[in-house]
C-alpha cells in the first residue's frame, strides 16, 4: 500500500473511500457532523495561491461529502501549520489515547465528534506520507 501526500486529491480520495465505509456501518439518520481542515505553509503541489491545503467533510445520518476546499460553516475547524501537523498526522492512535480524548469531550473541553472518526484518522495515518 503506497504512502499518499497528507491533504493531496489522493489522500483526501483515500478519506472519502474510508469515510464512506464507516458512515454507512456507524451513520445514524437524524445525526450529523462536519469538519474542515486548514493547513498553512503547504507544499506547493496542493496549496491554494495563499500557500494553504484545505480539505472537508460533512456527514448526514448514512451519508457522507467529502471534498477539498473550505466550507461556509463547519463543526469543527482546525487551521495549523501544516509541517507541524504531519507528525499528528502520521500518528496512529492508540486506544488510551481515544480514551482521552472521550474524557475530554465529556468534560466539556473539545467538541463531541462521532467515535468512529478515530478510525478514520488511524486509517489515513498508515498512508500518509
Same mark, same amino acid.
Given at each position: 500500500?503506497?504512502?499518499?501526500?497528507?491533504?493531496?486529491?489522493?489522500?483526501?480520495?483515500?478519506?472519502?473511500?474510508?469515510?464512506?465505509?464507516?458512515?454507512?456501518?456507524?451513520?445514524?439518520?437524524?445525526?450529523?457532523?462536519?469538519?474542515?481542515?486548514?493547513? /498553512?505553509?503547504?507544499?506547493?503541489?496542493?496549496?491554494?495561491?495563499?500557500?494553504?491545503?484545505?480539505?472537508?467533510?460533512?456527514?448526514?445520518? /448514512?451519508?457522507?461529502?467529502?471534498?477539498?476546499?473550505?466550507?461556509?460553516?463547519?463543526?469543527?475547524?482546525?487551521?495549523?501549520?501544516?509541517?507541524?501537523?504531519?507528525?499528528?498526522?502520521?500518528?496512529?492512535?492508540?486506544?488510551?489515547?481515544?480514551?482521552?480524548?472521550?474524557?475530554?469531550?465529556?468534560?466539556?473541553?473539545?467538541?463531541?465528534?462521532?467515535?468512529?472518526?478515530?478510525?478514520?484518522?488511524?486509517?489515513?495515518?498508515?498512508?500518509?506520507?
Amino acid at each position: 500500500m503506497s504512502k499518499l501526500m497528507f491533504v493531496s486529491p489522493e489522500w483526501i480520495d483515500e478519506a472519502r473511500r474510508a469515510l464512506e465505509d464507516l458512515v454507512a456501518e456507524h451513520g445514524e439518520d437524524g445525526t450529523g457532523f462536519s469538519m474542515c481542515e486548514q493547513f /498553512t505553509d503547504a507544499p506547493s503541489e496542493i496549496a491554494d495561491e495563499m500557500g494553504r491545503a484545505t480539505w472537508h467533510f460533512i456527514i448526514d445520518g /448514512t451519508k457522507v461529502t467529502v471534498d477539498a476546499g473550505k466550507i461556509a460553516r463547519a463543526d469543527q475547524f482546525i487551521r495549523a501549520d501544516y509541517q507541524q501537523t504531519l507528525p499528528l498526522a502520521r500518528m496512529v492512535y492508540t486506544e488510551e489515547m481515544i480514551a482521552e480524548a472521550r474524557e475530554r469531550e465529556e468534560a466539556g473541553d473539545a467538541p463531541v465528534i462521532p467515535g468512529y472518526l478515530s478510525e478514520l484518522h488511524n486509517r489515513l495515518a498508515v498512508r500518509t506520507a
